[in-house]
């Protein structure tokens, strides 16, 4: 049994840029994280200036990531922790329907968090908003009692089918007007209906309104090295007149990669020899890239870090980079390659599958991802220590937000609320 050895600092040389973590310089507003997991939502809103007022976490390793980087335990007796943005986060380990949140009503500008995405179904035995794993209504509940200027959720882009768009737009309904309860024994497509009612005479308090956009975007195209397909809600309440707001535009381009593998200037970055080089073509409909950078790549990512020493092997100098036996390709589970994004990096019952993260070499041959690679390619900073043996910290990776998406997102939350923080005169 191959055992993790303990935590330490890790000399890392020749990290890109991408992946280096300067903090922000000051604060921008206050936030709640919600199902935080592995912390990388969490880490994307204090990268971008949110401090961290509680973030609640049900799962035990989760817990133990969170506290090995940035969190400590709520501790009631203690007083109010969390009093400065690079403060640890104050962490409650438990289920979120157990949590009091009204402590917290106008201290929060942001509520965020990755919902739970379990799927519903509209056939069977039409548990739907039921479901014990359905906690959307936990996300409704904690804009209830705190009220926040702001909401960002992000899920599966599976929520997005034509099978789950009833259900999907009711959840966009009740986040509009979350102080629209559904009553003891009401039939969720009933509470749609009343939802929508009340949208339409738009007579309600405007504080207890909020304005909803979502989103399916691609993290590659906000210069993570994956292609990660995923859904963003952003709300804001209504009083603060911020209904025009729009989600940031893609910074990366699938078309500026090709063009840059097509003049060479991508491969003598990486000093690629010429044999393993390539010409691609590029596809009718292809964005030419003008004005955005390129698409990251998996060889962009795991840049500095080297072949894994053996399997089960730490890197002396870098964090979770060990090898790990059995890599294998079959139908539906091919290898990822060097110089493209990475595939979605997934979370099994059982960590993340095994074909999913296997790489393709230069020169034809295959290995499993290090769990740092992985890391990598979800944005997370090279000190950030996964707990739990190598399934769970896939798991862990393969649940969270990528770093670099989510503070895309909340930058640009923060730059909408600005006029209307406590620090800047709002109320």
């Not at 106008?106 to 548990?127: F, I, N, R, T, Y």
């Not at 899920?155 to 009833?166: A, D, E, Y």
């Not at 709300?235 to 063009?259: I, M, N, V, Y």
């Not at 790990?324 to 019952?349: C, I, S």
Request: aromatic fraction near 8%.
């Amino acid at each position: 049994m191959f055992e993790q050895i303990p935590r330490y600092s890790p000399v890392v040389t020749t990290q890109p840029a991408l992946f280096s973590e300067t903090g922000p310089a000051r604060e921008v507003g206050t936030s709640i994280e919600l199902f935080t997991g592995g912390g990388g939502l969490a880490l994307a809103m204090h990268n971008a200036g949110f401090r961290h007022l509680l973030a609640v976490e049900l799962e035990k390793r989760a817990c133990a990531t969170l506290r090995e980087n940035r969190a400590e335990d709520w501790d009631e007796s203690r007083g109010r922790r969390g009093l400065g943005l690079h403060s640890p986060w104050p962490l409650i380990e438990g289920d979120i329907r157990e949590v009091d949140l009204s402590r917290f009503q106008g201290e929060v500008d942001v509520v965020a968090g990755g919902v739970p995405c379990q799927p519903w179904s509209l056939g069977g035995a039409h548990k739907g908003y039921e479901d014990d794993r359905n906690l959307w209504p936990e996300l409704f509940r904690t804009v209830r009692e705190t009220r926040p200027r702001a909401v960002i959720a992000e899920n599966v882009k599976g929520l997005l089918r034509p099978s789950f768009k009833p259900y999907y737009e009711y959840i966009l309904n009740e986040l509009r007007a979350p102080f629209e309860r559904r009553v003891d024994g009401e039939d969720w497509r009933d509470h749609d209906k009343r939802l929508r009612k009340a949208l339409v005479k738009d007579a309600g308090d405007l504080s207890e309104r909020y304005d909803v956009k979502y989103l399916m975007v691609n993290a590659a195209d906000y210069g993570v090295p994956q292609t990660r397909w995923r859904v963003f809600v952003v709300a804001f309440r209504r009083d603060l007149g911020l209904g025009e707001w729009q989600f940031p535009k893609p910074t990366h381009s699938e078309g500026a990669l090709l063009r840059a593998q097509a003049d060479g200037s991508y491969w003598e970055a990486h000093k690629v020899p010429k044999r393993y080089r390539y010409t691609p073509e590029v596809p009718d409909g292809t964005d030419d890239g003008e004005g955005t950078a390129r698409w990251l790549t998996l060889r962009d990512a795991i840049k500095g870090l080297g072949e894994p020493l053996g399997d089960k092997v730490e890197h002396p100098k870098h964090l979770h980079h060990y090898g790990w036996p059995g890599a294998r390709q079959y139908p539906g589970h091919t290898p990822n390659l060097l110089d493209r994004p990475a595939k979605t990096v997934k979370a099994g019952v059982h960590g993340v599958p095994g074909g999913e993260t296997v790489l393709k070499r230069d020169d034809g041959s295959i290995r499993y991802m290090t769990v740092r690679e992985v890391a990598r390619v979800m944005t997370f900073p090279d000190d950030w220590f996964l707990v739990g043996p190598r399934g769970e910290q896939m798991r862990q990776l393969g649940n969270a937000v990528p770093v670099k998406l989510g503070e895309a997102i909340a930058r640009s939350v923060a730059e909408a609320l600005h006029p209307h923080m406590k620090s800047q005169g709002g109320s």
